[in-house]
């Protein structure tokens, strides 16, 4: 074994332990702080390494127990500087042990396999090699997938999957090498670590696949029960909803929202001025949405609310959403249907609501003075 190379590698892991800690973590203002904490536990460890050869007969690739030990204090940093919960913070700290773990190794068993001889050397060449052709592709996916779905299930049965196979992939690796000192050649170890890693790869692979997927799925739902024009929930959210506020229990009330002549906004403006008009109003009822409000667009120019706040109505039978320039609110006729007392299901509770809503509208046109014109 030759110091020099020996130190050589440990630097060379550190300064590719620091470059990931500083590419994946959120805090970029640590940069400094980083290489100063690799530095010092670099200098630290080099120190041991070289006071333990000179004491005991130790190689890497033979009974490396003690250097895979140490090495694991070479990343601690990204349990104190990487953000988020500590749930993520574990799952990076093994993903990144687990790669620069596997290309040492698999440097380390390529030489051994070469040659028996100034070994440290042509470690430290395959090393850099490897690291030179797979570090940049490691972050690229780290940043695009593997850490956005860590960040996004944070807390999750998702978060839990992920950290579980960060950890178990950082055991089959410690554990193929304190099992590779048994005697076989070693081709069948090089052999034996690519399938180790093949299968970590590949799992790693279909894990973040199935987030995709199961992404994808939640976005499609999302979109399936969202009026795409509004942004509002839409028939199917609404139906949804009202199981869920049943489930949870007590009393809430069904709102039923019309537009007041609606029609000749879009006569006298144009369709385009009408989808602004719609927009506008939906984003006036959002403001109103808090904990236990949420609405709907029915179709055209009728919306729906849920809520248990019996003062809503009146809330919004004020309303006046400012519209587009030149473009006058012309006022929201307002129905009301509260449960029990009105009915249980939604046909129920439209039907009060929505002779509720005739009820004000006629009431508004009579105290305005206009003919009664129901539209």
């Given at each position: 074994m030759n110091p020099l190379f020996d130190n050589l590698i440990v630097i060379e892991l550190s300064c590719a332990i620091t470059y990931l800690a500083c590419t994946l973590g959120r805090r970029r203002y640590a940069l400094k702080t980083h290489i100063l904490i690799h530095a010092a536990i670099t200098a630290v460890f080099l120190f041991i390494m070289n006071l333990a050869t000179k004491e005991v007969s130790l190689q890497y690739g033979g009974e490396t127990?003690?250097?895979?030990?140490?090495?694991?204090?070479?990343?601690?940093?990204?349990?104190?500087?990487?953000?988020?919960?500590w749930g993520l913070r574990v799952t990076v700290f093994f993903y990144v042990l687990c790669y620069v773990l596997s290309i040492f190794t698999a440097a380390n068993r390529a030489a051994y396999l070469i040659t028996n001889t100034s070994m440290s050397g042509l470690?430290?060449?395959?090393?850099?090699?490897?690291?030179?052709?797979?570090?940049?592709?490691?972050?690229?996916?780290?940043?695009?997938?593997?850490?956005?779905?860590l960040s996004e299930a944070a807390g999750s049965r998702h978060q839990r999957l992920l950290l579980m196979q960060t950890i178990t992939s950082f055991v089959l690796i410690a554990a193929y090498n304190i099992l590779m000192v048994s005697i076989c050649s070693e081709l069948e170890k090089l052999l034996f670590l690519f399938l180790l890693l093949f299968y970590?790869?590949?799992?790693?692979?279909?894990?973040?696949?199935?987030?995709?997927?199961?992404?994808?799925k939640q976005e499609f739902q999302l979109m399936a029960a969202t009026d795409p024009l509004t942004g509002l929930g839409n028939s199917v959210a609404l139906v949804d909803r009202l199981h869920e506020m049943q489930k949870e229990g007590g009393a809430f009330s069904l709102l039923f929202m019309d537009l007041d002549s609606f029609k000749s906004v879009n006569d006298t403006h144009g369709h385009r001025a009408g989808d602004a008009y719609l927009i506008r109003f939906a984003q006036a009822l959002k403001r109103l949405g808090g904990?236990?409000?949420?609405?709907?667009?029915?179709?055209?120019?009728?919306?729906i609310g849920l809520t248990r706040d019996r003062e809503l109505a009146k809330a919004l039978k004020a309303l006046r959403p400012e519209m587009e320039p030149g473009i006058a609110f012309l006022g929201v006729s307002v129905g009301c249907a509260n449960t029990p007392e009105d009915g249980e299901t939604l046909a129920e509770l439209l039907d009060v609501a929505d002779r509720d809503m005739y009820r004000h509208k006629r009431e508004r046109r009579e105290a305005d003075g206009r003919p009664e014109r129901l539209d």
């Open positions: 127990v003690f250097w895979m030990l140490a090495g694991c204090a070479l990343i601690t940093s990204l349990l104190f500087f990487y953000g988020g919960g470690t430290l060449l395959i090393q850099t090699v490897l690291y030179t052709g797979s570090i940049r592709q490691f972050q690229q996916f780290s940043q695009e997938k593997f850490i956005r779905f970590i790869v590949q799992t790693n692979l279909l894990l973040v696949f199935y987030l995709q997927t199961d992404e994808n904990d236990g409000t949420f609405f709907f667009r029915k179709s055209g120019d009728e919306f």
